[in-house]
């Protein structure tokens, strides 16, 4: 079992560019999950996915993010326009039945 | 909306010493889990426990539902347990977890 894997593991792009966060989760897993941690903030939900479907994506910031899960094997996290406030850790989580959520390593975003 | 506080938010022991760490929340926790951090590293799930009493090796959690609150006892601590031990709760039907800010637990040699 590989666990949860995300990639790219960093990426730096400058102000105003466009940044695609990739996940891949557990084998079998129904449910994806990605949050947001940063210093200040801790950690943070963003959004979720059960059985491909969006089911809860309250902590999005509506303007510039959007994820989707166009089949059970990964998941995406774009941001556009990005902004030096956008500089985190992405986290990816995903999770069967049982609710117990397995993290991947994240995606290091830096906007300059 | 949810809050989970966790305490202390450091705590510094020697090697061998016992930790105990809490978890207080202000909604009723459907699902509770604890994490590990290493510095720069991922999360790494330690136990989940909504309620009453878990054990795995040297960890011991106990969280009293109707009293909203989890802990965390490490036994016999080792200077690889130093890191952050993150607590986090999900409420009602709702699968998304919410984080507390954490305790960074330092063991010294």
């Known amino acids: 079992n590989a666990g949860v894997i995300q990639t790219p593991r960093h990426k730096v792009t400058g102000k105003g560019q466009e940044a695609t966060l990739w996940c891949e989760p557990i084998?079998?897993?129904?449910?994806v999950f990605w949050y947001r941690q940063t210093i200040v903030q801790g950690l943070e939900f963003l959004t979720y996915f059960r059985n491909q479907a969006p089911i809860d994506d309250s902590g999005m910031p509506k303007e510039r993010f959007s994820a989707q899960m166009p089949n059970q094997s990964h998941s995406t996290l774009k941001i556009q326009s990005t902004q030096p406030q956008d500089s985190a850790v992405y986290l990816c989580?995903?999770?069967?039945?049982?609710?117990?959520?397995?993290f991947g390593p994240g995606t290091r975003l830096t906007v300059l | 909306g949810q809050q989970v506080q966790q305490s202390p938010s450091s705590l510094v022991l020697q090697e061998g010493e016992n930790a105990e760490l809490q978890c207080n929340f202000s909604?009723?926790?459907?699902?509770l889990q604890w994490f590990y951090q290493s510095p720069g590293g991922s999360l790494v799930s330690l136990l989940s426990?909504?309620?009453g009493t878990k054990h795995t090796g040297r960890l011991t959690s106990t969280t009293v539902t109707k009293e909203r609150r989890s802990s965390l006892h490490i036994s016999s601590s080792q200077t690889t347990d130093s890191g952050t031990y993150l607590c986090a709760i999900a409420t009602g039907g709702a699968d998304r977890l919410t984080f507390g800010k954490g305790t960074q637990l330092i063991i010294q040699p």
């Open positions: 989580a995903s999770s069967s039945d049982s609710y117990e959520q397995y």
């Open positions: 909604s009723t926790a459907t699902q």
């Open positions: 426990n909504p309620s």
């Open positions: 084998s079998g897993h129904s449910a």
